[in-house]
């Protein structure tokens, strides 16, 4: 129960059967204590401040370890005091804060949760038919992104004409053989006469 807020009866006794349906709901995972009405036994310490939320989450093994704190609101605490004086506490704790609102209430409690910055593990609406509750969630904030590796830089490619020209200069020359190959024998043509005539004048 809000220390500055003094609910109209009707939406107390809603806000306290809430609370009893979630102690029922959430203890199938945790230990569940609650604080409801004149009955404030199981505090929460934030630092130097000490808050009592609706409902307070442990773990089942026993070892008293704080697993969440849930608050109920009504209509009537909706409202910019309540995530000051509550909200913004429990959302500083070491374990996750859930807030359950009216169905009527989700975009007044969305932006009271971003001016007042706080970190809101979920937000769940309910709403009553006949004898029925529902419970929804509207709102779980997005996971960090998870850096990925930078990729390491691959050398450009080079532009088509650079890599033909490359090829061009590596392949050996058609014909380059035969064309050293060419003036050898001509230069040999001669030398063969002038040793004939050598021969014919002995």
């Known amino acids: 129960m809000s220390p500055i ?3 109209p009866v009707r939406e107390q006794l809603e806000h306290d059967r809430i609370i009893r349906l979630l102690q029922v709901r959430l203890k199938r995972r945790h230990e569940v204590a609650v604080n409801i009405g004149e009955s404030q036994t199981v505090p929460v310490r934030i630092g130097q401040v000490q808050i009592f939320a609706d409902l307070v989450l442990t ?3 026993g070892g008293r370890k704080l697993m969440g704190t849930v608050e109920v609101e009504t209509a009537e605490s ?3 005091l309540e995530a000051m004086a509550q909200w913004a506490h429990l959302g500083r704790a070491r374990a996750p804060f859930y807030l359950y609102v009216p169905a009527g209430c989700v975009d007044i ?6 001016e007042n910055a706080v970190n809101v593990a979920e937000i769940w609406t309910f709403h009553t038919i006949g004898d029925q509750t529902r ?3 509207v709102h779980r904030p997005a996971p960090p992104a998870r850096r ?4 390491q830089a691959r050398p450009a490619a080079d532009p088509p004409d650079t890599a033909r020209k490359r090829v061009a200069a590596a392949a050996p020359r058609r014909g380059a053989g035969a064309r050293k190959s060419a003036p050898s024998a001509r230069a040999k043509a001669p030398a063969a006469k002038t040793a004939a005539r050598a021969q014919k004048r002995k």
């Open 5 to 7: 807020l003094v609910r």
């Open 59 to 61: 773990s089942p093994d």
């Open 78 to 80: 909706v409202n910019h």
């Open 109 to 114: 409690a969305r932006r009271l949760v971003a």
């Open 135 to 137: 419970f929804t969630m």
């Open 148 to 151: 990925r590796p930078a990729a």
